[in-house]
């Protein structure tokens, strides 16, 4: 779910501004108490005041401007997202319109113009931008350009380090033709960090990606296309030759490879998540060498043509049900659901039960949850006893409404990393178990909404040994 933030730039009088110069000071959103460089007042100085919140922490910057607006200066309000499923967005929610060319993203050491990310060259009520996908251990900054300076005004961090999946970087040196004569017009060109490519007219090309097709294999990529040709596609494939079997065609007018979706013309990015494991079938799993994008248009007639791709990845699922139930409380009545696997981050479902179902424990990388139908008001709690027998990254709960794992959906209680809220229990035992009484409005949902899923983490990519252990969990108005 987003979290909201509010952009709001103002004039008037103020004792202080932010320095800037070539190497602009800034601030990681985890850092919002510490001290920023000062200027002296400059006449007519704006105060652009940014405040973005991501999950339960608000940073606010203030720039200033010695440039002044002729108009009335702008008032608008923004949200961010941040998943590992989805990537940063930053939206606009309402409020003025913002020329894009004013703002840019930097990512992997590289500034990229914020018109590279929206349709529109101007921000307004609706426009996103993103996704953004930072490189592992990398940042995602978001910065306001002024004449020949610019300051960082938002910094974002991959959520857990190492739990995304690589995204594909394109290098002309792994790229080669697929299908000999098909690459007739080899149009191929990478961008926005290496991370989109566009194919256009007559062009089949390689991309070298050693890759182990599973039934659990998941493809998953945007797509967008101004003009349609005769096939655009991709897939996976073991050698030069086209196969037909192993091309997910999207688009286009001739009748080859496995039909996927109904992408038209004027969709614009569309973001897919292809169970390619299930679709091949058993005889195409095993080793692959390539990854094949095909951007096919023998007709000159559809010409031009063009297929743009960009945030692939590929990844195993872990099995969405088990057989494996646990037993918990909901309102007064005592309920028994089958534990799941949840979002993205659920490399291991390392899931049992004990006590008659009525504790979980969770080994190695695990995210699970049991499905629910809470309807949150201000006087929902949710109870739960913890015991962690081994550390690992991140131990915590939360309530969703759907896959997002959103931060400011959860509470941690234990845990070498700082993702979401660290609560306190409010008794603990000699045996090392711990309860905790949780305030539902004030750290997991907001009051009159509905959530779906309680969500169990046991996060713990790096070394796979943490170990949590829940029983007794409850959730109730008081």
């Known amino acids: 779910m987003p979290t909201g933030g509010a952009w709001t730039v103002f004039s008037g009088d103020t004792d202080e501004s932010a320095s800037r110069d070539d190497s602009p000071p800034s601030r990681r959103p985890d850092e919002a108490g510490s001290d920023r460089g000062m200027t002296p007042v400059v006449a007519n100085v704006l105060l652009v005041a940014i405040a973005i919140v991501l999950g339960v922490t608000v940073t606010i910057f203030a720039l200033g401007l010695a440039e002044p607006f002729e108009a009335e200066p702008p008032t608008a309000s923004f949200e961010t997202d941040y998943t590992a499923a989805n990537g940063l967005f930053v939206r606009h929610q309402h409020g003025d319109g913002i020329d894009a060319d004013r703002l840019s993203v930097r990512l992997d050491g590289r500034s990229y113009p914020v018109s590279a990310f929206v349709d529109d060259q101007r921000l307004t009520a609706g426009t996103q931008i993103g ?114 079997d192993r091309i997910f065609k999207l688009l286009g007018s001739q009748p080859w490879g496995i039909e996927y979706g109904e992408y038209e013309t004027g969709d614009g990015w569309v973001h897919y998540e292809i169970p390619v494991g299930e679709l091949y079938g058993s005889s195409l799993h095993g080793q692959t060498s390539s990854l094949a994008l095909v951007n096919d248009v023998d007709n000159d007639t559809k010409r031009p043509s063009d297929s743009q791709f960009r945030n692939i990845r590929a990844y195993e699922s872990p099995p969405e049900d088990s057989s494996i139930q646990f037993e918990f409380s909901a309102d007064g009545a005592t309920v028994t659901e089958p534990v799941q696997s949840y979002g993205s981050q659920d490399k291991d479902f390392g899931v049992a039960v004990s006590d008659d179902n009525a504790m979980l424990t969770l080994s190695e990388n695990t995210w699970a949850y049991v499905p629910i139908d809470e309807s949150v008001t201000d006087d929902t709690v949710l109870v739960v006893e913890f015991n962690a027998s081994s550390q690992g990254e991140i131990h915590g709960v939360g309530l969703e409404t759907d896959n997002s794992e959103t931060e400011s959906r959860f509470v ?22 711990e309860r905790y009484e949780i305030d539902v409005t004030s750290l997991l949902a907001s009051s009159g909404e509905t959530v779906s899923r309680l969500v169990f983490v046991n996060d713990d990519d790096t070394g796979g040994n943490g170990v949590s252990q829940f029983r007794n969990v409850t959730i109730y108005d008081e």
């Open 412 to 433: 941690r209680f234990n845990g070498t990393q700082s993702w979401a809220t660290k609560v306190t229990p409010v008794s603990s035992g000699d045996d090392g178990w």
């Open 131 to 244: 996704p953004l996908y930072p490189a592992a251990s990398r940042e995602a900054h978001l910065v306001w350009e002024q004449g020949d300076t610019s300051s960082i005004v938002y910094t974002a961090t991959p959520p857990r380090e190492g739990t995304v999946p690589a995204y594909l970087r394109f290098d002309e040196r792994s790229l080669r033709s697929y299908g000999g004569g098909q690459d007739a017009d080899a149009e191929f060109t990478s961008t926005t960090g290496a991370r989109a490519v566009t194919l256009e007219n007559n062009t089949w090309k390689l991309l070298d990606f050693e890759y182990n097709v599973t039934a659990q294999t998941v493809l998953e990529f945007d797509f967008r296309a101004t003009n349609a040709g005769e096939i655009h596609g991709i897939g996976f494939e073991t050698d030069d030759s086209i196969s037909s």
